[in-house]
């Protein structure tokens, strides 16, 4: 769908909003070379020493696109390529969830489709965390993140909790609507542990907890655009953007109440300067847009 430059004004007296167009632009870093960068940065880190969780947390937060599930998915697992984008077009740093002992899984994503809502809870280990023992036994130290993310899921799912968390990560109207969903992440471990061992592998299938190695995780690129935020009682800050970040329509509401995103955009190192001043100078304009009286139409491949 276009945007409407001409023509009568659509239901009576409501004139659609109309996208004002910058008079130059500074192109983002294009995908195919940050996608590169940070992929061949994470395997060299992963690869040269055993990392600490917060050395994975910070390298994280800077690339959220490393996060896997960056779209809505089936209850298969599999990818759902009808999926509604990620709220807020953020990935939630360390939140604290509501209940009676405070929660604070490593990122949580919320996705969304025609049916559901996703929050996908991650809990990182370090390094060099083996799954296993002895042929399929999982270790204690994975039975232990286990009952974590258990506990995790468990908060959410009970209902004045759910509707508690609505309202403390501002989710909009459309998302309270739908169905809940709470899946479960474990960054941990090394592929050749689980793929040598077929039996293994059969175990974690079995797991509702979903394992994904260190080394499976790759740049995607539907979360290109992501922000890393964190939470407080004030509502969400930004703590990360990446290089590849656009603006437009398709995340301008994220945009609206995302605090400190001027400062954040100007400290990103892998930024061009010419592409933080465009920025900038946009971004007033992209946070007003949904406060802006009028039918709003979003072209959804319009980004600047």
Wanted: aromatic letters at 10%; one cysteine or more; glycine letters at 6%.
């Amino acid at each position: 769908m276009t945007v409407r430059d001409s023509g009568p004004p659509l239901h009576g007296d409501v004139e659609p909003v109309r996208i004002a167009r910058p008079r130059s632009r500074a192109a983002p870093m294009s995908w195919d070379d940050y996608s590169l960068r940070v992929d061949r940065t994470w395997r060299l880190m992963i690869d040269k020493r055993p990392l600490a969780e917060l050395d994975l947390q910070r390298f994280l937060e800077a690339h959220p696109c490393l996060l896997p599930f960056a779209v809505a998915y089936t209850p298969a697992g599999t990818p759902d390529y009808g999926h509604h984008g990620t709220v807020h077009g953020a990935v939630i740093a360390q939140p604290r969830l509501l209940g009676a002992t405070p929660l604070r899984p490593d990122f949580l994503r919320i996705t969304r489709d025609s049916q559901w809502t996703y929050i996908t809870l991650f809990e990182l280990k370090w390094a060099g965390m083996e799954l296993f023992r002895g042929g399929a036994r999982f270790r204690d130290t994975y039975d232990a993140a286990r009952e974590q993310l258990y506990r995790y899921a468990s908060t959410l799912r009970e209902h004045h909790n759910w509707v508690e968390f609505a309202e403390a990560f501002r989710l909009p109207s459309y998302a309270r609507r739908r169905d809940l969903m709470v899946r479960m992440v474990l960054v941990a471990g090394r592929r050749a542990e689980v793929y040598a061992h077929p039996d293994r592998r059969d175990r974690r299938r079995r797991e509702q907890v979903l394992i994904r190695s260190l080394d499976s995780l790759a740049p995607d690129a539907n979360a290109r655009d992501d922000i890393t935020v964190g939470l407080t009682s004030r509502g969400y800050y930004a703590k990360a953007v990446q290089p590849s970040m656009r603006l437009g329509p398709g995340n301008s509401a994220g945009l609206a109440i995302i605090r400190n995103l001027a400062r954040t955009i100007s400290s990103e190192p892998l930024m061009s300067a010419r592409r933080r001043e465009f920025l900038l100078e946009r971004l007033p304009y992209w946070q007003a847009f949904d406060r802006a009286a009028g039918l709003r139409i979003r072209p959804a491949n319009y980004w600047e």
